[in-house]
């Protein structure tokens, strides 16, 4: 018979297992209600960041405020969409070029799929602004206005209208949850 540590220390790895699991989002949003009132194209193209978003084990929140800055930077659902750098250069953020993500024919970063995207972008977040652990998007906001060694995302005078439309988006997301 084993001792009975052993079978509680099973019994808790085997509980963390799944509660690790469960902080992982799952599909918590149906992007198709948004094909009433937007491009069903450019629904379909933050439908496709938001896919690989999802194998990243990142939590619903996370998710929510990363495709709030998606939507923001692209402009999907605008009437003046960002289509080139989505269709051409796979970059859903206005990433400049850098390191592996060179682009010759401009400014802004070229990869060679959504996947690649998503693993800079995830890395920039992380490594440069500490931005994923934010809790709120004002958090969101504060990271990316102030966490940067090497400067601010964008100038601080444009702060407060950068976190106004980051919640615009968050709140728009809020209505399709599921």
Same mark, same amino acid.
């Given at each position: 018979?084993?001792p009975?540590?052993?079978?509680?220390?099973?019994?808790?790895?085997i509980l963390?297992?799944?509660a690790?699991?469960?902080?992982?989002?799952t599909?918590?949003f149906d992007l198709?209600?948004?094909n009433?009132?937007f491009?069903?194209?450019?629904?379909?193209?933050?439908?496709?960041?938001?896919?690989?978003?999802?194998?990243?084990?990142?939590?619903?929140?996370?998710i929510?405020?990363?495709?709030?800055?998606i939507l923001?930077?692209?402009?999907?659902?605008?009437?003046?969409?960002?289509?080139?750098?989505?269709?051409?250069?796979?970059?859903?953020?206005?990433?400049?070029s850098?390191?592996?993500?060179?682009?010759?024919?401009?400014?802004y970063?070229?990869y060679?799929?959504?996947?690649?995207?998503?693993?800079?972008?995830l890395?920039?977040?992380?490594? %440069? $602004?500490? &931005?994923? =652990?934010?809790? /709120?998007?004002?958090?969101? #906001?504060?990271?990316?206005? +102030?966490n940067?060694p090497?400067? %601010? $995302?964008? &100038?601080r =005078?444009?702060? /407060?209208?950068?976190?106004? #439309?980051l919640?615009?988006? +968050?709140?728009?997301?809020?209505?399709?949850?599921?």
């Open positions: 018979m084993k009975t540590w052993i079978l509680v220390a099973t019994a808790v790895g963390l297992m799944f690790n699991k469960t902080n992982a989002a599909g918590n198709s209600q948004f009433e009132d491009d069903p194209a450019n629904v379909q193209r933050l439908n496709r960041v938001y896919q690989e978003l999802l194998t990243r084990g990142l939590s619903a929140q996370q929510q405020i990363l495709l709030s800055q923001l930077e692209t402009g999907l659902f605008t009437q003046n969409p960002n289509l080139n750098n989505v269709d051409n250069l796979n970059n859903y953020a206005g990433i400049t850098h390191g592996n993500f060179k682009n010759p024919n401009g400014m970063a070229r060679p799929s959504v996947s690649d995207f998503v693993s800079d972008y890395n920039l977040l992380d490594n %440069s $602004y500490d &931005a994923l =652990s934010a809790s /709120s998007v004002s958090e969101f #906001n504060n990271d990316l206005l +102030y940067n090497n400067g %601010s $995302y964008y &100038a =005078s444009g702060a /407060s209208n950068y976190l106004s #439309n919640n615009y988006y +968050y709140n728009l997301l809020s209505s399709v949850s599921i």
